[in-house]
């Protein structure tokens, strides 16, 4: 293994042009195909085998207008001027109200609150709950807009009216802020560690090369496939982690081998050879673990930890190919502050 990675190295060092332009290939043809292929349809979550699974599709069965885990919206009527909401002119807009929510496409039933005995001992207050029939990630911004203009109408009619329930959350997909703020904090512990801007950009740079061909992968196979949103989610996560692992892999031990004087060709094929080894075998036991997320038998984590165990081989082969090859466009910037100076003098 040791041989074969320490020709690997020399080669991609050798070739450093050809290997950076093949990923800048790969990089741009899956983010061609991930851009255009067509968006996922919303598969819903299941857990087969398990009893709460089994309460899910028993209840499904026996009332189908609605999903076992569907949305909820409780609505609270509060009638004006210590009024009751049994009053006529309250309660009909009361009805009216709930009669609006009912009419949401993805609504799949409303209670009466005076049917329900749902009002306050005292009648100033009632309430109804609505039942969608998809879970609240399902929701569109069109039934989220029904819900808040049904009631703005109910309280253009006198009545005090507040919502709560999932269905009133936000439900918007990732901002990224947290990758950022963890790129951020790698970059600067780095750069303190390294005392080279080359040094700490370079596993950064190519972290992101894998995470960015992994994500794009994942995206063009979510239609077809059927991934779900959590997939990307881990990848990104462990993408980045192992990315910046083994490319400070081979950067380290291709410092310390030009510290003892060797060029950088042999360099880098020693280091991609001797780190090289523990990349390889450390990437082999993250895929395996990863994969073995199958095994449970639940779609979600399967999808999860396939999608985890391929970005973690993008990330392994980047930094046996790309890295060495960057290596041989900067062969002096990556190494200390003080051995550069050492050189020029």
């Known amino acids: 293994m040791a041989a074969f990675l320490y020709r690997m190295g020399r080669l991609a060092f050798r070739r450093r042009l050809s290997v950076a332009l093949f ?15 067509p968006e996922a349809e919303e598969e819903p979550f299941s857990m087969p085998g398990i009893e709460s699974q089994q309460a899910f599709d028993l209840m499904e069965e026996r009332f189908p207008g609605a999903a076992a885990d569907g949305a909820t919206a ?21 009805e009216a109200a709930i009669a609006e929510l009912q009419d949401g496409t993805q ?18 207050t009632a309430y109804t709950t609505v039942t969608y029939k998809v879970d609240a990630a399902g929701l569109t911004d069109a039934s989220r807009s029904h819900l808040d203009e049904s009631l703005e109408h109910a309280r253009d009619s006198g009545l ?14 990732p901002s990224g802020t947290a990758e950022a703020i963890g790129i951020s904090v790698a970059a600067v512990v780095l750069l303190i560690t390294f005392g080279s801007l080359a040094a700490a950009g370079l596993p950064l740079l190519t ?8 994500l ?6 979510a239609g077809p496939l059927g991934l779900a949103d959590t997939t990307s989610t881990v990848a990104i996560m462990l993408g980045l982690a192992v990315g910046i692992d083994y490319a400070l892999f081979i950067v380290s031990r291709y410092r310390e081998e030009r510290a003892k004087g060797r060029t950088p060709e042999e360099a880098v094929a ?4 001797t780190a090289g080894s523990a990349v390889v075998f450390a990437g082999l036991t993250v895929v395996i673990a990863l994969a073995g997320l199958s095994v449970v038998g639940i779609p979600m984590l399967t999808e999860m930890g396939l999608g985890a165990a391929g970005a973690v081989v993008v990330g392994v082969l980047i930094a046996l190919t790309l890295v060495p ?19 020029k003098d």
Request: no cysteine.
């Open 160 to 173: 005090t009216v507040e919502a709560g329930g999932d269905a009133m959350e936000d439900m918007g997909g």
């Open 270 to 273: 020693l280091a991609t050879g």
């Open 216 to 221: 794009f992968a994942i995206t063009a196979l």
């Open 207 to 214: 972290a992101l090369i894998g995470v960015g061909i992994s």
């Open 107 to 124: 609504v799949a039933s409303t209670v009466d609150p005076y049917e329900s005995g749902a009002v306050s001992e005292d009648g100033s």
């Open 325 to 343: 090859a960057f290596l041989g466009f900067w062969p002096d910037a990556i190494l200390p502050r003080k051995d550069r100076k050492d050189r």
């Open 74 to 94: 409780r609505v609270v009527f509060v009638s004006p001027n210590g009024e009751k909401v049994t009053a006529a002119e309250n309660k009909e807009a009361v």
């Open 23 to 37: 990923w800048a290939a790969v990089l741009a043809a899956v983010g061609l195909a991930g851009m255009t292929a």
